[in-house]
């Protein structure tokens, strides 16, 4: 079955220190992955997005993801965080229906 | 361009009631769904479109309805109300020729069901 699962529930960190957020996909054929983020109380936003090409993806604000293909893996990157970084952060992939499967999220906590 | 938009962005509701969520899209984009988002389980798929005319389920369409009559509309039907539909309501388009499977998101209806 499709699915995509992350690895935090809940993440938190102090200002300036490094992030990683794990994600793992299963499914086979065309591999379209992506991470959004969610402030609070507000609509999804996408971070960034890998369909082809480097398996390294730069996105907006800062952010990156490397996709692993032997690890299954896209997790997402930020060198130094800041309190504005506080937010849910959603790995979703290509579903079978149109649609994309997303993880259940991962909270992260900067800490001023 | 609007983009996806939706409304209301906040509704709350009896058991029992019906009401209909709205969706509209500008950059007709073939492809459209909807999701819902609790706490803990991230967005699960309720329906989905591929075009004018045609509809199916997605993961958790009970208690919903949908039509698509065009390519710039898709309201979701809430037909009884319960309190286990209390969610966050997200609708999204996507064009079917984009090869980076983009969907383009709204900003979400709150629902509350009492």
């Known amino acids: 079955a499709q699915s995509v699962s992350q690895h935090n529930h809940h993440v938190i960190l102090s200002e300036a220190a490094s992030l990683e957020l794990g994600c793992n996909y299963s499914y086979g054929g065309t591999v379209n992955l992506f991470w959004y983020v969610q402030y609070p109380g507000q609509h999804l936003q996408l971070l960034l997005k890998?369909?082809?090409?480097?398996?390294l993806v730069k996105g907006i604000k800062g952010f990156e993801a490397e996709f692993i293909k032997s690890k299954f893996s896209f997790n997402l990157r930020k060198p130094s965080v800041q309190w504005s970084d506080t937010a849910e952060y959603f790995c979703a992939g290509r579903g079978s229906q149109g649609n994309l499967i997303f993880g259940k999220g991962t909270k992260l906590s900067v800490k001023p | 361009n609007a983009g996806v938009t939706q409304t209301p962005k906040f509704q709350v509701l009896k058991t029992g009631q019906s009401m209909t969520l709205q969706c509209a899209q500008d950059m007709n984009h073939e492809y459209m769904s909807w999701y819902r988002q609790d706490p803990g389980m991230g967005l699960r798929l309720i329906h989905y479109s591929v075009g004018a005319g045609i509809t199916d389920q997605g993961e958790v369409p009970n208690g919903y309805n949908v039509s698509r009559s065009t390519t710039e509309d898709f309201p979701l039907r809430l037909l009884s109300a319960a309190p286990s539909q209390t969610s966050v309501y997200f609708c999204a388009s996507r064009k079917t020729s984009d090869s980076s499977y983009e969907q383009y998101f709204g900003p979400g209806t709150r629902l509350t069901v009492t």
């Open positions: 890998y369909f082809s090409g480097d398996p």
